[in-house]
């Protein structure tokens, strides 16, 4: 099993109508590619200094290929839509993690 991390800075200003358009749009639209078996949605409960508040939305698949193939095939189309919707207000940073 892979762990397809991201973890999300929102801004304060647009965190409500952010994680509303998560549930709704973004999230059903990478698992819509069919490369990911489930995904689970948390917020992380520290504070960071800086302001904005952390997110992490996990995707499970089933082999490191088909990160790839989302990667190479889906991602910058759907990061598109999420960027000018929310430009200059989010961080985030992607990992990859293996299941031992």
Do not use: C
């Not at 994680?19 to 960071?48: C, D, R, S």
């Amino acid at each position: 099993m892979i762990l397809y991390n991201i973890t999300v800075n929102i801004d304060q200003d647009v965190e409500k109508e952010w994680v509303q358009w998560m549930k709704a749009t973004h999230i059903p639209k990478v698992m819509e590619t069919g490369l990911f078996n489930e995904f689970k949605f948390y917020k992380l409960l520290h504070e960071m200094e800086g302001g904005g508040v952390n997110y992490s939305v996990q995707y499970f698949a089933e082999s490191m290929d088909h990160v790839l193939d989302y990667q190479n095939n889906h991602d910058m189309k759907i990061h598109e839509v999420f960027n000018k919707k929310y430009n200059n207000k989010y961080a985030l940073f992607r990992s990859v993690l293996e299941q031992v």
